[in-house]
């Protein structure tokens, strides 16, 4: 994934929704991104791990559910310029998430969503102004890039 994204990290404000132990975010850290948030119900892994690698400073977690956390976003009218969702695989609402995460006008322009999902849940190509530009299946796994176009 962050061979794809590139360039688009340094420098980036980066949320990771479904957090898990926090790797992902920790990855955009140590490739050069501003600051991180880390969204998961369960978050000691991602405590310990911010800690281990000393990004304290830089990452904020949140002990929330997503769609709470997504409001919440949205009430302090934070941007993004990259969001990466991972539900679940069986997770039934992962559509649910991408129209939450497209009404809230947390991306900036230009911004991009990354979804994973599992191979046989099929996304459609656009939601509201998010255009699909890219998907790579790795095994089981899909990695969906929409971007966030102008209005």
Do not use: W
Request: proline share 3%.
């Amino acid at each position: 994934m962050f061979s794809i994204l590139g360039d688009k990290v340094p420098a980036a404000y980066f949320l990771d929704l479904f957090a898990g132990t926090g790797a992902v975010a920790l990855e955009a850290l140590s490739r050069g991104a501003q600051k991180a948030v880390a969204v998961d119900i369960l978050p000691s892994l991602i405590y310990k791990n911010t800690e281990n690698l000393n990004f304290q400073q830089k990452i904020k977690i949140f002990k929330k559910d997503v769609f709470k956390s997504l409001s919440y976003f949205e009430r302090q009218k934070d941007k993004f310029d990259i969001i990466f969702l991972d539900p679940p695989y069986k997770f039934e609402f992962i559509e649910s998430c991408i129209r939450r995460i497209t009404d809230a006008d947390i991306l900036v322009n230009n911004g991009l969503l990354v979804v994973e999902h599992y191979k046989f849940k099929s996304l459609q190509e656009t939601y509201n102004n998010f255009s699909l530009i890219q998907s790579k299946k790795y095994g089981e796994t899909v990695l969906s890039f929409y971007e966030r176009k102008a209005l």
